[in-house]
T-cell receptor, first 114, second 116 residues
């Protein structure tokens, strides 16, 4: 079993839809959870950064972490064509003391259709 | 402000040649990371630099890979005797100094390496 599992999609939604992206993980040492957005042939862009369980909201984006279920989510409200990209979850924790070493999911390709 | 910059953006090299990839982190960021992104493997950690501490090289896939960071700023990733399986996008990230917590890592645009 991989440490971080993420459905690769592709996911296609109409403009204005609510998008739900998810990752599961197996390493209970993970404490820091991130979502990155990556446009084609660009570097990943940090969208959300959360510590431990709970919710965090930033504009149209909401990140949720459920450590008891080892499950994280990113919700995008009122999705726009400009949200079309690959979304990567990433996490780190004190596994072996290296809380800076990010472990990534393989990414979900999202297309928002006008 | 300026983000992380990397050069070259693309590099095509012949199998067996050495390549050098450069990363210039965000000003003021003392932590620097290299990752590799390949089709089959996703994003993988390679190496981490923090200030004057010894780097964490635990992610380097073989001894053909090395990296250095001069003056606490610019970093160079060197791949010797390149192989076709080294073809990937090499990403650099930087963050503020850590104080025991996690780190918000900001990535550069990457260098796309193709070994022919």
């Amino acid at each position: 079993q991989k440490e971080v599992e993420q459905d690769p999609g592709p996911l296609s939604v109409p403009e204005g839809a609510i998008v739900s992206l998810n990752c599961t993980y197996s390493n209970s040492a993970f404490q820091y959870f991130m979502w990155y957005r990556q446009y084609s042939r660009k570097g990943p862009e940090l969208l959300m950064y959360t510590y431990s369980s709970g919710n965090k909201e930033d504009g149209r984006f909401t990140a949720q972490v459920d450590k008891s279920s080892k499950y994280i989510s990113l919700f995008i409200r009122d999705s726009q064509p400009s949200d079309s990209a690959t979304y990567l979850c990433a996490m780190s924790g004190r596994s072996g003391g290296s809380n800076y070493k990010l472990t990534f999911g393989k990414g979900t390709l999202l297309t928002v259709n006008p | 402000g300026a983000g992380v910059s990397q050069s070259p953006s693309n590099k095509v090299t012949e199998k067996g040649k050495d390549v050098e990839l450069r990363c210039d982190p965000i000003s003021g960021h003392t932590a620097l990371y290299w990752y590799r992104q390949s089709l089959g493997q996703g994003l993988e950690f390679l190496i981490y630099f923090q200030g004057n501490s010894a780097p964490d090289k635990s992610g380097l896939p073989s001894d053909r890979f090395s990296a250095e960071r001069t003056g606490g700023s610019v970093s160079t990733l060197t791949i010797q005797r390149t192989q076709q399986e080294d073809s990937a996008v090499y990403l650099c990230a930087s963050s503020l100094a850590q104080s025991g917590g996690g780190s918000e890592q900001y990535f550069g645009p990457g260098t796309r390496l193709t070994v022919t």
